[in-house]
């Protein structure tokens, strides 16, 4: 484990704009390795960084807004030969990372990373740049940060119209189409590799709950569901995973997923 004096460092939170609710970190501490939607997250990045990667061996891999450390400990389980990091903005979200991995764990923006050009074969960035007012300047910071012929991993939250009161309570800037992030990854420098909606099969149930039923503060969406709900959303989010490891692209669904690489 990282000695905490030593993993957290003030970068300050240049570009961030207002920070995520805090007890939006305590309820992802709480549920991000049990939670449908965290383990196919953290599964559909994993697949897309390994494809990635597939011919670097031990790599060196950052996860540009690491939260609560999710992520990075299951890649850790995952990928023993790696060598992992992690940055965030809030302090609180670094503790938590810090204490559940053994990754370093950076406090510091992720328009300004405080790492030297060419240090990582593989950065991976999991709903961020919609909290971003600017998220190209985040993206030419991933582009700077890679080795060349490195590769960035991407998620974010789909679709403008698909505004909620969830987008409020974690304090949204955007949501993206495809076709925007490509046009963003394009003018950060990156080549597009791959890019893909997910979230397919829940899609009319999301909309359903974000869009018609009115919902208390108090009911957000970070959090665990019933067994039953857990296990059937579990069966969904698998079929989605083996179609996009083994077809190809889903045409529409709450999220977006981009790989681009750097130039060699």
């Known amino acids: 484990m990282v000695d905490e ?8 939170p240049a570009g961030w704009g207002f920070p995520m609710n805090p007890d939006e970190y305590d309820k992802m501490a709480e549920v991000e390795d049990r939670m449908w939607y965290y383990r196919a997250l953290h599964a559909r990045l994993g697949d897309f960084l390994r494809r990635g990667l597939a011919n670097t061996g031990a790599a060196r891999v950052l996860d540009a807004g690491c939260g609560t450390g999710g992520l990075l400990r299951r890649l850790e389980g995952e990928e023993p030969a790696w060598t992992l990091s992690g940055v965030d903005h809030s302090a609180l979200a670094c503790s938590y990372a810090v204490r559940r991995t053994g990754a370093d764990i950076r406090e510091a923006s992720v328009t300004a990373l405080p790492f030297g050009a060419a240090s990582f074969d593989g950065i991976v960035s999991a709903d961020v740049l919609y909290q971003i007012e600017r998220p190209v300047e985040a993206l030419k910071e991933f582009y700077r ?15 403008r119209w698909l505004w909620s009161y969830h987008d409020e309570m974690v304090q949204s800037k955007h949501r993206f189409g495809r076709g925007e992030m490509i046009a963003l990854m394009k003018e950060a420098g990156f080549a597009v590799e791959r890019s893909t909606y997910w979230n397919t099969l829940p899609f009319p149930l999301v909309v359903v709950r974000r869009k018609l039923i009115r919902v208390r503060p108090s009911e957000g969406d970070v959090r665990m569901y019933p067994a039953s709900v857990e296990a059937a959303f579990n069966a969904a989010m698998t079929l989605e995973r083996a179609w996009l490891r083994n077809v190809g692209g889903l045409p529409f669904g709450s999220s977006v997923l981009v790989v681009g690489r750097r130039s060699r």
């Open 145 to 159: 940060c890679l080795r060349p012929g490195g590769v960035v991993v991407i998620n974010v939250p789909a679709y």
């Open 5 to 12: 004096g030593v993993a957290l460092r003030s970068y300050g």
